[in-house]
């Protein structure tokens, strides 16, 4: 139940991790209170799925957890839709890239923007800029913070408050402490579970089983967590399955398209 009637709505626009799942995206969740709507990343086949759901106007901002292509490709698509799509909207959108994202980005849209427009390949659509990891950031009537998580770059978790409910977002993670405390107090946990079951990752860490994402959810005391970034060919019953071993609370798994009241 929401305060006062106030709604934090998840709706999953891509789930695949890093290899898209047959017709499935990669990262990205549209996070909407009744008057401002957030996504959270951009990750390959995304707009196109972001448009089953909303005008591609009606975004107040976007913010990448992490440099990865699978989170933050399509905002290339996005941004011919904002230049040459049937709606072009009067102001830029707000792209929050993590710390150290901006050079990457614009060296990337450098290597295929005409010749001489590469300053004005982002910028005339997008305020690009970085978000704060030490503060809050007011997305419209939504709260946003971020904090580092465990991955092979620098990657930053999201969590979305509005009307009482929160909403984490793990982006792509190890099992780490840091999360759980981040998450702690979360009305749901979004979080990845790259690895097939059993698997263990050798060396230096970056992704989680579903059991350490389970874990996490229960460690910050969470009722409900939502599972995504995972390969589909792992079985949904096969991750459950795992993810219930160490949870004991509500597990969902993500599929494109799926809504969510938190
Ligand atoms: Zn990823
Ligand atoms: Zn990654």
Redesign the pocket.
Known sequence: MSVNGALLRLTVLGSSP?VPNPGRACSSYLVESNADRVVLDMGTGAFANLRCHVSYTAVSAIAIS?M?A??FIDVVPYRYALKYGDERPKTRLPLLLPPGGEPLLRAMVAAFAREGSAGDFLDESFAVGTYDTQHARRVGDLEMRFAPTR???P?YAMRVSHGGRTLVFSA?TAPSEGLVEFARGADVLLCEATLEPGFEEIGER?HSTPAEAGAMAQQAGIERLVITHYSQHVGAEAIRADASRSFAGEIILAHDHLKLDV
């Open positions: 890093a992490h990865h699978d989170h991955h092979y770059i990657a792509d970056g």
